[in-house]
């Protein structure tokens, strides 16, 4: 199975001050297709995780623009411009190139 | 507004059996694969069982194949979780999943005696 590992596991940020989560896969998440099939999904607290972003990049509809994810082959990062304190709960990253399907540890974002 | 409702969840024993089910809203059902993932706070999030939008594909993950069946009722946009041989390393929320866009609120299943 294809293993997500994220760093850092745990963030404490100031409002307004950037944040960052990396995530590295055991194996290249290119499918045949040519799409890397990554996923950024957030999971308030007591809520149902939610898809932030897809294909390393685009935007879940209703996503803040603060939000973003970049990289390719193995190595997936996803970048708050700005923490605001609604961002607090934990961040999974997630493949669906490979079966099965696969997640991150998650990294626990809180506010400082 | 996609809505995916999960019900079925509860204590069973070990080795016992649950019918876990998704009620499905807001989108054409049968042009979409869906699935099952769980949560459990050791493990974290696990992807369970996914079936193609006919029913004709499933996949499943190593630890429940031979115990969990995933199946669909297309006419009444209903997913399904059948899981037989229960063990206590079952014990999760259990989320249906649209794709990977979409979640239900999950049910809780809880294997104990």
């Known amino acids: 199975d294809v293993v997500l590992t994220q760093s850092p596991l745990s963030l404490s940020v100031t409002l307004g001050q950037p944040a960052s989560i990396s995530c590295r896969s055991s194996?290249?998440?290119?499918?045949?297709?040519?799409?890397?099939?990554l996923n950024w999904f957030q999971q308030r607290p007591g809520q149902s995780p939610r898809r932030l972003i897809y294909?390393?990049?685009k935007w879940e509809s209703g996503v803040p623009d603060r939000f973003s994810g970049s990289g390719s082959g193995t190595d997936f990062t996803l970048k708050i411009s700005r923490v605001e304190a609604e961002d607090v709960g934990v961040y999974y990253c997630?493949?669906?190139?490979?079966?099965?399907?696969?997640f991150g540890q998650g990294t626990k974002l809180e506010i400082k | 507004e996609v809505q995916l409702v999960e019900s079925g969840g509860g204590l069973v024993q070990p080795g016992g059996s649950l019918r876990l089910s998704c009620a499905a809203s807001?989108?054409?059902?049968?042009?979409?694969?869906m699935n099952w993932v769980r949560q459990t706070p050791g493990k974290g999030l696990e992807w369970v069982a996914n079936?193609?939008?006919?029913?004709?594909?499933?996949y499943y993950v190593d630890s429940v194949k031979g115990r969990f069946t995933i199946s669909r009722d297309n006419t009444n946009n209903s997913l399904y979780l059948q899981m037989n041989s229960l063990r206590a390393e079952d014990t999760a929320v259990y989320y249906c999943?649209?794709?990977?866009?979409?979640w239900g609120q999950g049910t809780l299943v809880t294997v104990s005696s």
């Open positions: 999943v649209r794709g990977s866009s979409h």
């Open positions: 294909k390393v990049s």
């Open positions: 997630m493949q669906d190139t490979h079966w099965p399907k696969t």
């Open positions: 807001g989108f054409t059902f049968s042009r979409h694969w």
């Open positions: 194996q290249s998440l290119v499918d045949s297709d040519g799409y890397t099939y």
């Open positions: 079936i193609k939008e006919d029913g004709s594909d499933k």
